[in-house]
């Protein structure tokens, strides 16, 4: 192949860079999360055309430890988008304060967005919405924008939910019970029967 023809291929070819997105996912448990999920799934799909996701997931429980919570803080002051999905029905672990903290001093001017999902029984109630009011004003005064979401949590026990696992897992269907269920007499026949 000659030079020139390998040239004209070559430059017919043209690549464009994805730019860069990166998410932070802070969630409070396995229904919190399953709900960011959704959440990122969509977003994925809309966007991954256009952007390369890169995306961290941190459970608040385990922002406890020093050194993971400073990973998450220096995630989250990187991020373009900052979601926080969370049960609206009690009030925030001590924990995800000093995370918050950690990340809000040290955000520079780029855009980006924080994104609260609250899980409640019903309709959302005082500590909700206490608790919508106190993000906003974070996203506030970090120049955030602000998006929150409320949803129904499912309720505890609801077939395939999380708290129903255990349950589940040790429940076996008729179906399954006769391939469990070796029959008493296994007839046995052969060339030598």
């Keep these: 192949m000659s030079k020139t023809a390998f040239n004209s291929i070559v430059g017919t070819a043209h690549w464009e860079p994805k730019y860069p997105f990166d998410l932070v996912v802070a969630y409070e448990d396995a229904t919190t999360r399953n709900r ?7 977003l994925a799909q809309q966007l991954l055309d256009d952007y390369d996701f890169q995306c961290s997931w941190w459970k ?5 430890n020093p050194g993971i919570c400073e990973q998450a803080a220096d995630a989250a002051a990187e991020a373009n988008m ?5 049960r609206g029905d009690h009030g ?4 995800f304060n000093r ?3 950690g990340w809000l001093s040290r955000r520079g001017d ?4 924080l994104v609260v999902l609250l899980g409640d029984k019903g309709q959302p109630g005082d500590q909700s919405r206490r608790l919508q009011s106190q993000l906003q004003q974070v996203a506030r ?4 924008d602000f998006f929150a979401h409320a949803y129904d949590l499912p309720e505890p026990g609801a ?3 999380a708290e129903s696992f255990p349950q589940r897992a040790q429940t076996v269907p008729p179906v399954l019970e006769e391939f469990l269920e070796p029959p008493a007499y296994m007839p046995r026949w052969g060339i030598n029967e």
């Design 36 to 42: 960011a999920m959704q959440l990122y799934d969509h």
């Design 60 to 64: 608040l429980d385990h922002l406890s």
């Design 82 to 86: 900052v979601i926080v999905s969370v």
């Design 92 to 95: 925030l672990p001590t924990v």
């Design 99 to 101: 995370w918050l903290e």
């Design 110 to 113: 780029q855009k980006s967005a």
């Design 141 to 144: 005064q970090a120049r955030m």
């Design 159 to 161: 077939p395939y939910s």
